[in-house]
């Protein structure tokens, strides 16, 4: 009866464990809109609490954020970065650490030389944090085409995807496996 005790036990514990995740997106919100003068915005918005040490040091990726875009037709905006410390104070994110830089992936392609990253350096991360980061990229053009993948490496409580669009304007979404997502489409 101890051996089956002790192996209930372990295996409860082993399961509490393996249910624990290193993060979770609170909010992801991608909002598409297409302007009446045919140009475009893309508005991404994530909110993202660390939960152990792992997540804030073994992915690189959640300690900075790397946001591409191609400044001869497109602008960035940064809207909101900032971190939630679990105390509740605000850390904002300061000038120095928003480094613009050519991607890896244009390094050896001399018509790519002019795409950016833009790299995002989070700051005031401790456990319990939730990074907050918002930005635009205003488009020259009305063209959005592409597929969301739905793929996060953590759980996400709330995905939102908004398409607005002007009313001269034709769309197409073709919503597939978004049962459990946030989805708004205005105009057409």
């Known amino acids: 009866m101890k051996k089956t005790i002790i192996l209930s036990f372990l295996l409860s514990a082993f399961a509490a464990f393996a249910q624990q995740h290193d993060a979770e997106y609170r909010l992801i919100r991608e909002h598409f809109t297409i302007n009446e003068d045919g140009t475009s915005d893309y508005n991404y918005r994530k909110e993202l609490t660390l939960y152990t040490n792992r ?34 104070t605000r850390v904002e994110t300061p000038k ?29 991360l401790e456990l319990g944090a939730t990074i907050v980061l918002d930005y635009t990229i205003h488009r020259h053009n009305s063209d959005i085409i592409g597929n969301n993948i739905l793929a996060e490496e953590y759980p996400i409580d709330r995905y939102e995807i908004k398409l607005s669009c002007a009313e001269k304007y034709q769309y197409l979404v073709q919503p597939i496996n978004l049962d459990r997502i946030q989805y708004t489409t205005s105009g057409n």
Not at 101 to 116: F, N, T
Request: glycine fraction near 6%; hydrophobic fraction near 35%; proline fraction near 5%.
């Open 55 to 88: 997540a804030m040091t073994a992915y690189a990726t959640n300690g900075e954020t790397f946001i591409v875009y191609n400044p001869t037709c497109e602008f960035l905006t940064i809207n909101e970065s900032y971190t939630i410390r679990p105390d509740g």
């Open 96 to 124: 120095n650490a928003f480094i613009e830089q050519l991607p890896s992936e244009c390094a050896d392609c001399a018509r790519y030389s002019g795409i950016r990253e833009l790299v995002v350096v989070h700051t005031g």
